[in-house]
């Protein structure tokens, strides 16, 4: 069966759009993939630093709340030696 020149030209006319339209969405979409990856990249990276930077200042948090603990660890020493001290003092001052 003989195919006619025009109903060829027609049928490639036909299949060029289609493809034409297949290929422009498999390009849009493997673009759009694309941009979402460098996305994701930014905001792991992002992420990143923000967790570094968390974890610097829990540490050096932690570090001044141990500071602060020490001081205070001797200070109520220091204190519980003075009340000793004052308790002895008025008990030698009642005899």
């Known amino acids: ?11 490639v006319q036909d299949l060029g759009f289609g493809m034409a339209a297949l290929t422009f969405s498999g390009w849009l979409i ?7 990856e460098k996305e994701r990249n930014i905001w ?3 992420d990143t630093e923000a967790d570094k930077a968390l974890r610097e200042l829990q540490a050096t ?24 001290e004052l308790k002895s003092t008025m008990e030698n001052s009642r005899k």
């Open 1 to 11: 069966m003989p195919v006619e020149p025009n109903s060829m030209i027609q049928l």
């Open 44 to 46: 792991i990276t992002k």
């Open 61 to 84: 948090s932690n570090a001044q709340l141990l500071s602060v603990l020490q001081s205070v660890n001797e200070t109520l020493k220091n204190m519980t030696v003075a009340i000793s």
């Open 30 to 36: 493997i673009f759009l993939l694309r941009g979402f």
